[in-house]
């Protein structure tokens, strides 16, 4: 089973930084697409970012200028350089990866536990 690993929420001030990052582990084969998404009390899932394999990005418009997704393969790893933190920012964030794995057929979609990030005015 693959297992995603995230740190570096917490509680900042607006127009601060964070840096989030996520590890999987566990008995992999490849790694596809990452990204990161968040949910807002009361709101639905979003997509907030995403980096494929050749590393090309996609963001929310949302997020697009602040955020910066990016990845370290040999690492098994995905971060979200988040700048200028809004108070519509805070939401628990979540990593995903798609990702194959030895034993299993095809590649899945995971997700890591997510991680708070509260933004303050």
């Known amino acids: 089973q693959m297992q995603l690993v995230e740190s570096g929420g917490g509680l900042v001030q607006a127009g601060d930084s964070l840096r989030l990052s996520c590890a999987a582990s566990?008995?992999?084969?490849?790694?596809?697409?990452m990204g990161w998404y968040r949910q807002a009390p009361g709101k639905e899932r979003e997509m907030v970012a995403r980096?494929?394999?050749?590393?090309?990005?996609s963001y929310a418009d949302s997020v697009k200028g602040r955020f910066t997704i990016s990845r370290d393969d040999a690492k098994n790893t995905v971060y979200l350089q988040m700048s200028s933190l809004r108070p519509e920012d805070t939401a628990v964030y979540y990593c995903?990866?798609?990702?194959?794995?030895?034993?299993?057929?095809?590649?899945?979609?995971?997700w890591g536990q997510g991680t708070q990030v509260t933004v303050s005015s």
């Open positions: 995903n990866a798609v990702a194959s794995m030895q034993s299993i057929t095809g590649y899945r979609n995971y």
């Open positions: 566990g008995r992999i084969l490849s790694i596809g697409t």
């Open positions: 980096i494929t394999s050749s590393r090309s990005t």
